[in-house]
Nanobody, 120 residues
């Protein structure tokens, strides 16, 4: 059974940092890219970052580039999202999801999400 479990969300003041984790199981980790997607209340889902677990290539949306860093620990089947310089507009539920590749915008499996709230 494929499982993705996010953790690390919480309440933080603007300018602060959080690190999200996504622990994967039930599939060969290096066969998939892992993306982070967020959804704010009343807004559409936004893909913000992706990492190719086979070669470490990373991608970022313009809204987070320079502030967020995605990384993976293949030995632990875990992907991280380090979020710095957080802004109130980063408030959202953050999901990790599998993709066949970071250039393929189709998600296969999703985690349950973790809430990030940034206060002003």
């Amino acid at each position: 059974e494929v499982q993705l479990v996010e953790s690390g969300g919480g309440l933080v003041q603007a300018g602060g940092s959080l690190r999200l984790s996504c622990v994967a199981s039930g599939f060969t980790f290096a066969d998939y890219a892992i993306g982070w997607v967020r959804q704010a209340p009343g807004k559409e889902r936004e893909g913000i970052s992706c990492i190719s677990t086979s070669d470490g290539t990373t991608y970022y949306a313009g809204s987070v580039k320079g502030r967020f860093t995605i990384s993976s620990d293949n030995a632990k089947n875990t992907v991280y999202l380090q979020m710095n310089s957080l802004k109130p507009e980063d408030t959202a539920v953050y999901y990790c999801a599998t993709r066949r590749g970071c250039r393929i915008p189709i998600y296969s499996y999703w985690g349950q999400g973790t809430q990030v709230t940034v206060s002003s």
